[in-house]
């Protein structure tokens, strides 16, 4: 799924005024008519007092179509019209025009905080205040109607946009945002809806297919691309019926220090989930019975030293892949095995954890990776690789430069991880907050691991790795509760994350969390 930008959205309705030969007003009327068949569905006649809110631009106009719908379908409703500048938009004033000649009650202006009326918390709150043209904050009085709607504690529907949230930019502290309970957005997903500075505003979200003009939305190429099941879908890789280890890749999985086999144990466990062939875990000597013992399908290779760390990383059998970092330490012996095994390794990296703190801290080890090998930060990682950063549309761009300046693949984790590539960006739709558990990277580490041995591409391998990721995490959680979901659970649940694919599709629109 495509994610567009202000702009994009903008010209997608231009062409579809122009391949429809249809007005705006057109336009206008049919998502405010799409948003209310999706009110209606839901509230089915029932005896709810309905409050809409309306700016006065287009997105008003949203809300009193929207308005004029639901008192013909018989709903008690009392619209507002927050009077915050003198000028209206063209459809808008068309829109009013039309309410009015519906509605028995005519709108309410509101000209200062002191016209704000109650609200109930057994009220339907319906925000169409400001949609993705808002660019700069509201007047202090306005801002403080959308505190007095948050506290309401009634159920707040947005259309389009939460108000207060802009497309391309982060509200200051001081900027007050409206908290929706739904908002039901035209098209197409926000960006800001997974950014951690504004996706917080929006606890759940529905794409509405207006109509907007198809072969624009197909031939047009965007930054940003949302990761649901279709496109996971696409990207798995049937298996043949002849085919046997050997054709889905030896793995190799290089990691863990004193204290910290563990990590080894959830990484190799998952790479072997996620389908590699054959799984080697490379790790110091002490760790021998440990893994052994664990995971009697992991092979088991060790350095030649006998010390709490790495001394040297070195193994005399071929490996497709390698993922490594993970639990290793930083120890100085440790740096000095990483820094002579990326001199001569070739193989496609996956790297984690300790890994990319030893690159952190050693910057020059950069130019050693191979093309394309795949990092995997949590943001504290991401930033001793890429220092810091202003907000997360920032986070982003940076990252991203830093991905360019060196071939690299960057999967910056979070609650929708995020894959860069060549300043593209894919979001990721799965996962929840019971995976913010120790070991729940490692495993991401074990799954893409495991993927690229399998033959995908790695950029496949990510994407698709996060996504099963979060799959698994997700159908876990079912069982065990955000709070009692472990690693290892994750681990359990990677087989039913590939069933899960071609489970039957939820036949309701595409929703947010």
């Not at 959205?9 to 209310?36: H, Q, V």
């Not at 951690?196 to 505003?201: D, I, L, R, V």
């Not at 197909?218 to 496109?231: A, C, G, S």
Request: some cysteine; glycine content about 8%.
């Amino acid at each position: 799924m495509k994610i567009y930008s202000k702009e994009q959205i903008y010209e997608a309705d231009k062409n579809t005024l122009a391949k429809e030969s249809i007005e705006s007003i057109n336009l206008m009327e049919r998502a405010g008519g799409y948003a209310f068949q999706w009110i209606h569905k839901r509230l089915n006649g029932g005896p709810v007092k309905i409050k809409i809110f309306c700016g006065i631009g287009n997105n008003g106009g949203d809300g009193l179509v929207i308005a004029r719908n639901l008192i013909e379908y018989g709903y008690e409703v009392t619209t507002y019209v927050v009077n915050y500048s003198d000028k209206r938009s063209a459809d808008f004033l068309k829109a009013y025009d039309s309410l009015k000649n519906k509605a028995k009650d005519w709108p309410i202006l509101i000209k200062s905080e002191d016209d704000f009326p109650s609200i109930n918390a057994d009220d339907l709150v319906i925000d169409a205040l400001f949609g993705i043209g808002y660019n700069r904050p509201a007047n202090k009085w306005v801002q403080n109607i959308f505190d007095r709607i948050n506290k309401s504690r009634a159920y707040i529907l947005s259309i389009d946009m939460a108000s207060g949230l802009y497309m391309d930019a982060i509200p200051a502290e001081d900027e007050i945002v409206i908290h929706p309970t739904m908002v039901l957005t035209f098209q197409t997903p926000k960006l800001i809806f997974f950014l951690p500075q504004t996706g917080k505003y929006v606890q759940n979200w529905e794409v509405l297919d207006i109509g907007l003009d198809k072969e624009y939305l197909t031939k047009t190429e965007t930054d940003v691309e949302l990761i649901n099941k279709t496109e996971a879908r696409q990207m798995y890789k049937h298996r043949e019926k002849y085919t046997h280890k050997g054709t889905y890749g030896h793995s190799v999985i290089v990691g863990g220090s004193y204290g910290k086999m563990g990590a080894v144990i959830l990484s190799s466990s998952a790479c072997l989930r996620s389908g590699s062939g054959l799984v080697t875990a490379y790790i110091p000597q002490f760790g021998v019975n440990i893994l052994q013992t664990a995971l009697p399908e992991v092979m088991v290779a060790t350095d030649k030293q006998n010390g709490k760390c790495f001394e040297e990383i070195d193994f005399d059998f071929d490996a497709d892949v390698i993922g490594i970092g993970i639990g290793m330490g930083t120890e100085m012996d440790t740096v000095r095995a990483f820094k002579s095994f990326l001199t001569k390794n070739e193989k496609p990296l996956v790297i984690d954890a300790d890994g990319l703190n030893i690159l952190a801290k050693n910057p020059k080890f950069l130019e050693l990776l191979p093309k394309e090998t795949i990092l995997t930060p949590h943001p504290k990682e991401l930033q001793r690789l890429i220092g810091e950063w202003k907000d997360d549309f920032d986070k982003l761009k940076k990252t991203a430069q830093f991905a360019k300046d060196h071939n690299l693949i960057v999967v910056l984790k979070g609650a929708h991880t995020i894959t860069i590539q060549d300043f593209k960006f894919y979001i990721n739709n799965t996962g929840n907050p019971g995976m913010a558990t120790g070991g729940a990277g490692d495993v991401l580490t074990g799954v893409i691991t495991g993927l690229l041995s399998q033959k995908y591409n790695p950029l496949e391998a990510a994407i698709f790795g996060v996504y099963l990721h979060g799959k698994a995490g997700d159908i876990a959680v079912n069982q065990t509760s955000y709070e009692g979901l472990t690693a290892g659970d994750i681990v359990q649940f990677l087989g039913k994350a590939y069933l899960d694919l071609f489970a039957q599709e939820n036949p309701e629109q595409q929703k947010g969390n």
